[in-house]
């Protein structure tokens, strides 16, 4: 999945590297949730949890004056954190049963959806470019959806729990857009990292996960891998690129996660499978050409 951040128009081959790792790192994290001998929200727990200090010393690096949260701040971020966590529950649980390629795509959905979002809070129609990315999302969603019926009712649930993940993740970045001018990259994703870890806790523990792993290696890894590695490089990387660059670079997600899905688990893609994923793909594309700068 990935950050939001304010692009500006000066990159160099480190950014465009530092992109790349960073959806790579993203695109892996699914594999490892499934190699977790936890539950998949329990996994999303220690994800958290374990990446939770180096995030600190990491926001440490930020401006003393944007470091400090508190009153309405406070609130919005809080906020944040809890719908991170729901996505990350969500998220986690669809990986469990759909395939992996699905689970990227459907779980970085929340472009489209912030697109469709904005459209609605502004009151406006849409262009021809959203109306296309909407009608490819629509399109590739049934279509995927479709493939994951004929294979079983759990998978067709995880592709539906991987796309609440995607509208979870959109309201996430909602509530930040007001604290991001208070606050810096780092100390934004600590404190919501903060927030969202016992909520987790609490879900795996409702749910009656396994929580205490036999193998803490795959959870080091997924915390290393997602939760810093990915989150941070893609804070310190967004910035630079305009949003068709950072368009193309998501598009490593789903296509890393499908070659993962087919290599470690034997999950083939069907003709209808692709075509889905081109057509979500594509929409998730557009949707990013169509951002515009917060003012």
């Not at 470091?67 to 971020?77: C, D, E, P």
């Not at 600590?190 to 036999?214: D, H, K, N, Q, R």
């Amino acid at each position: 999945m990935e950050a939001h951040s304010a692009p500006s128009p000066r990159w160099s081959a480190g950014h465009l590297a530092a992109l790349l790792l960073a959806n790579v790192a993203l695109a892996l994290g699914p594999w490892f949730v499934r190699l977790a001998d936890t539950g998949p929200v329990a996994a999303g727990f220690w994800r958290l949890t374990l990446a939770l200090p180096v995030i600190f010393v990491l926001s440490r690096r930020d401006p003393i004056q944007r470091r400090s949260v508190s009153g309405a701040t406070l609130a919005l971020v809080a906020g944040a954190g809890v719908f991170f966590a729901l996505d990350l529950a969500s998220w986690h649980i669809g990986i469990a049963t759909t395939k992996l390629a699905n689970a990227s795509l459907f779980g970085n959905s929340g472009s489209v959806i912030l697109m469709a979002w904005g459209l609605i809070a502004a009151r406006r129609a849409p262009r021809a470019l959203e109306i296309i990315a909407i009608l490819c999302a629509l399109s590739g969603a049934a279509v995927l959806m479709g493939g994951s019926l004929e294979i079983s009712h759990a998978s067709f649930v995880g592709d539906l729990f991987c796309l609440l993940a995607g509208f979870f993740y959109a309201f996430y970045i909602l509530m930040l857009a007001p604290a991001r001018a208070r606050l810096g990259q780092f100390s934004l994703l600590f404190w919501s990292t903060l927030t969202g870890a016992p909520i987790l806790l609490g879900v795996a523990a409702l749910m009656g996960e396994a929580i205490v792993p036999g193998n803490w290696t795959p959870l080091l890894v997924l915390a290393m891998s997602s939760q810093v590695v990915g989150q941070g490089l893609l804070i310190y990387s967004l910035k630079n690129f305009p949003p068709l660059v950072i368009g193309l670079a998501l598009l490593t997600q789903p296509a890393i996660s499908a070659l993962t899905g087919w290599l470690a688990f034997g999950e083939v893609l069907s003709a209808g499978d692709v075509l889905g994923m081109v057509l979500l793909a594509g929409a998730l594309v557009l949707a990013k050409v169509g951002d515009r700068p917060a003012p």
